[in-house]
């Protein structure tokens, strides 16, 4: 079985980036078995249906475009997820929904699982999560260990890494607090 786990969304949008959070957090936190691969899948959108091909099993962690408590964590499977028009919000969501429409006409598709999470605000141009989404990450983190293990993955916590470390290592910046350095940036002296 070759089983994937992508993180959606773009980070610059506040609660929009929580998909691509998850992954990192999990990347860093947790060994999985052989059978498991983890990416960045950004707002790659139609360049996604690959991965629905190739794999066994595809769990997609994003925010989810419905009317409830923001912060309110939901598993739709593609069928599920196929008869909610309102879910079509965002373009990735959009998208998402039009490759599993076209993937359900193949022979051969994965299994796909959507683990949503209804955001506080998409709008804002800033790096991090609302204080409502910060809450609910650790439960969010929960039931996407519980989606792996029940795909017969195997997990092994590793490390303990917090969301903020993360997502600074990651870009640097997290709710305006930065690191002083660059991640990755080497020191150089200019004479």
Not at 43 to 58: A, C, I, P, R, S
Not at 126 to 146: R, V
Request: aromatic letters at 8%.
């Amino acid at each position: 079985m070759r089983n994937i786990v992508i993180g959606v969304g773009n980070v610059l949008f506040k609660d929009e980036g929580v998909g691509i959070y998850a992954s990192k957090f999990l990347q860093q936190n947790y060994k999985f078995d052989d059978s498991l691969e983890i990416i960045d899948g950004g707002t790659l959108g139609f360049k996604l249906m690959t991965y629905f091909q190739e794999y066994d099993n595809v769990i997609i962690l994003d925010t989810i475009s419905t009317e409830d408590e923001a912060g309110s964590i939901y598993r739709l499977p593609s069928d599920v997820l196929l008869g909610m028009g309102q879910y079509r919000k965002t373009a990735h969501e959009v998208e998402i929904v039009e490759m599993l429409e076209i993937c359900s006409v193949l022979d051969k598709h994965a299994i796909v699982t959507i683990l949503g999470i209804i955001p506080e605000d998409i709008e804002a141009v800033e790096i991090g999560l609302t204080s409502t989404l910060e809450e609910k990450f650790d439960g969010y983190i929960s039931q996407a260990l519980q989606e792996i293990e029940s795909i017969g993955v195997t997990i092994e916590k590793v490390d303990n890494k917090d969301l903020k470390t993360i997502a600074q290592e990651l870009i640097g910046s997290y709710n305006g607090e930065h690191l002083t350095r660059i991640p990755n940036e080497e020191d150089t002296t200019w004479n």
